[in-house]
């Protein structure tokens, strides 16, 4: 149901459409309250984008629990309340919160666990971030966008990368940044006569190739990566192949110096040996009487 720049009373609720899963209301200007969206338990996509809100309130969305796109585009909205939006909004995938001209100091945070994002137009500059880089890109699962689909955002598990593999592996196939999915899972289909077969066959080739070219950069990155680190292993260990002479004759000296001390206090002690164990006579002269002889 879309009734975007419809001069809607302020305070319509839409809690009677309890099968609606898509709602625009962007520039409508409504006062949300926890009316609105009462008992709509199938909405999946609602839309409040330019409708001068200065206030991001997930509490009033607490019956949409069932809600996994949400757009707070063009408002005046502050700040977000990230804890507050996982506890009212548990199946929450998308949150679009461009042109608020915000500054939350959560942002490297919560972007490290993004899927997609999309930074046009980037008003704030946050494609200079080191996050946005293509080089940092490639080695994510992270995909550009232009447009947002249901059928794209189905709910996954979190840090349960076996599990996610087994049970989405068209979500995994399709993001063609993933350097490890579009290597291994994205091979070509043959070729048939319909047209519509051959445009579905060019699209695997088109992504494959995209994985190459991913695969190689990165392994180019690699490869200078440990030629940087081998360079520097063989520059610490050149010194100390090439000894110096001084350092050479020092040893040969020390070496020597220990062999003859070594002899020497062997030949002391056994002279002082035999001279305790021996008898040693004294010249005694026999015209003495009384001359004694010491043994």
Known sequence: LSLGSNPLDPNTSFSSLTSLEELMLQSTFLNLTENTFADMKQLKILD??????????????????????????????????????????????????????????????????????????????????????????????????????????????????????????????????????????????????TKAATTTTERPATAKATGERTTEKTMHHVLEHNTDIGQRKVTAIEPTKAASPWFITFQVLVYVLSVVGLGTLVFVAYRWRRRQLGARPLAVSTETADSVRLI
């Open 48 to 193: 409040l984008s330019y409708n001068n809100l200065t206030e991001a309130n997930f509490r009033i969305l607490g019956s949409v629990s069932s809600l996994q796109v949400l757009s707070y585009v063009g408002n005046q909205i502050a700040s977000f309340n990230y804890i507050e939006a996982r506890e009212y909004l548990p199946r929450l995938r998308v949150l679009e919160i461009c042109k608020n001209g915000w500054n939350n100091t959560y942002f490297e945070t919560n972007i490290l666990r993004m899927r997609r994002f999309q930074l046009s137009p980037d008003v704030h500059g946050f494609s200079s971030h080191f996050l946005f880089r293509d080089d940092y890109i490639r080695m994510c699962s992270e995909k550009l966008i232009d447009d947002y689909n249901y059928e794209d955002y189905v709910e996954q598990p979190i840090d349960v990368e076996d599990e996610i593999r087994a049970s989405y592996p068209k979500e995994l196939t399709t993001t063609s940044t993933s350097t490890t999915t579009t290597t291994t899972t994205t091979t070509p289909a043959p070729t048939t006569t």
